[in-house]
């Protein structure tokens, strides 16, 4: 069970951040709203949260998540993969030393961002992407198994995070799409393909007894309902416009 969330709002120069989407630029007293909202869901799933202020020096700051892996025996603190993201993980890892002795550290050559990386039970999948690179993998790999953990790295070709095209909700049932419906590394799971059109909402999560899913997919939400998980939707359009997911809003532990 999740206890705690480590969440950052959105600050006044959101619009500046990275994005590759073409959906305009986004209206940042929603993006509030809704960065509210996805607040009040993680409450609902009983999680205490920690609400970071806005930090003005990273227009994508509010995208925790890429910032620490975490659970309940370890805490890395990530190095980003772009250079105006790196430093976001400073601020964060001092909320962690709150609940972690130790912060392990990805090191330079090695970079690797919270959004590559999707854990199943004691196994966890590392995406090489443009973020995440294969020497931020090993460095992750040799610290998670000090812990008990292993890891198996997943080559992406277009997504930008792991996580981008995937969840697991627990119960051995994955949610994939595009590029990772074929992967073999995934074949013994329960797949939940996902249709094009609904790609963005292939990145939910399972919070403690609810999924969090992003508003207006109606197919995968009938798919998980179908499942007989509860829902929690959260509109999300605003984080869309600047290649935000669900997961990258937030640390859970
Ligand atoms: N805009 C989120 C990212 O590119 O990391």
Same mark, same amino acid.
């Given at each position: 069970m999740f206890k705690h969330a480590i969440v950052r709002k959105p600050g006044? #120069? !959101? /619009?500046?951040g990275i994005t590759s989407s073409?959906?305009?630029?986004?209206d940042l007293d929603l993006a509030i709203l809704q960065h509210s909202n996805y607040i009040k869901a993680l409450k609902k799933c009983g999680l205490t949260i920690i609400e970071m202020d806005a930090d003005e020096k990273f227009p994508d700051s509010t995208f925790v998540e890429d910032t620490a892996i975490v659970n309940t025996d370890v805490a890395v603190s990530t190095n980003l993969g772009v250079l105006s993201r790196k430093g976001e993980e400073l601020e964060i890892r001092r909320i962690l030393e709150r609940f972690h002795e130790n912060i392990e550290c990805i090191k330079n050559p090695g970079t690797l961002e919270g959004g590559d990386i999707l854990k199943v039970g004691n196994q966890y999948y590392i995406g090489l992407s443009n973020r995440t690179n294969k020497e931020g993998a090993r460095q992750l790999t040799k610290i998670l198994k000090k812990h008990g953990y292993s890891c198996l790295t997943v080559q992406l070709a277009k997504?930008?995070? *792991? /996580?981008s095209g995937i969840a697991y909700i627990g119960d051995n049932n994955l949610i994939v799409s595009g590029e990772l419906?074929? #992967?073999?590394? !995934? /074949?013994d799971f329960n797949i939940i393909e996902v249709d094009k059109d609904e790609s963005? $909402? $292939?990145n939910c999560i399972r919070v403690n007894n609810y999924i969090l899913i992003a508003k207006g997919f109606q197919k995968l939400k009938n798919s998980i309902l179908n499942l007989r998980y509860k829902i929690i939707e959260i509109n999300l359009s605003e984080f869309r416009k600047m290649d935000?997911? *669900?997961?990258?809003l937030s640390i859970r532990f």
């Open positions: 006044k #120069n !959101f /619009k500046e073409k959906l305009g630029k986004p997504l930008l995070h *792991l /996580k419906i074929d #992967n073999p590394i !995934f /074949k963005y $909402a $292939a935000g997911g *669900l997961s990258c």
